[in-house]
């Protein structure tokens, strides 16, 4: 049995702004410096990336589904604009199978149970892939898709 957990979500376990603006872009909290000292050059322009491990404070992890026997995993999510409504999709198997979804309304704290999907996500064949687009009258749309060519 493996659960689900979501590395990228993780960071929505940061407190949340209590009266996010309405076009609120991320929730993501910024990340302490690293505590090894640095190797960069002072004279340098550029940061090196920074690591962020969670895997010892379970505190902020999260299991989003689990199911007895079946393997759930790469999973695609969106933050919708309201900055707490969170959409994951993923196949039920590895890679590839039906494609779940479950909505979160708290950046990502609880979730809820499966949702209804549509009859042809049951034959999807590849990863699903979830993103928030704001069309030219401020309209915001979901798009997903899941095949096996480029869209």
Do not use: C
Not at 28 to 35: D, E, L, Q, R, V
Not at 36 to 43: D, F, I, K, Q
Not at 58 to 76: C, I, N
Request: no cysteine; aromatic share 4%.
């Amino acid at each position: 049995m493996t659960p689900l957990h979501f590395a990228a979500l993780l960071l929505a376990l940061q407190p949340l702004p209590s009266n996010p603006p309405p076009t609120a872009p991320s929730i993501a909290p910024s990340i302490a410096p690293p505590t090894a000292p640095s190797t960069a050059s002072s004279n340098s322009s550029s940061s090196a990336p920074q690591r962020l491990d969670v895997a010892g404070e379970a505190a902020r992890q999260v299991v989003v589904d689990r199911e007895a026997g079946q393997y759930l995993g790469h999973v695609s999510t969106v933050l919708l604009r309201d900055g707490r409504t969170v959409l994951a999709a993923y196949p039920k198997g590895h890679g590839k199978g039906p494609i779940v979804m479950k909505r979160s309304g708290d950046g990502g704290r609880t979730w809820s149970e499966r949702l209804p999907t549509p009859a042809s996500f049951a034959t999807s064949l590849e990863v699903p892939t979830l993103h928030r687009v704001v069309d030219a009258a401020d309209r915001e749309r979901l798009l997903l898709w899941s095949g096996l060519h480029p869209a």
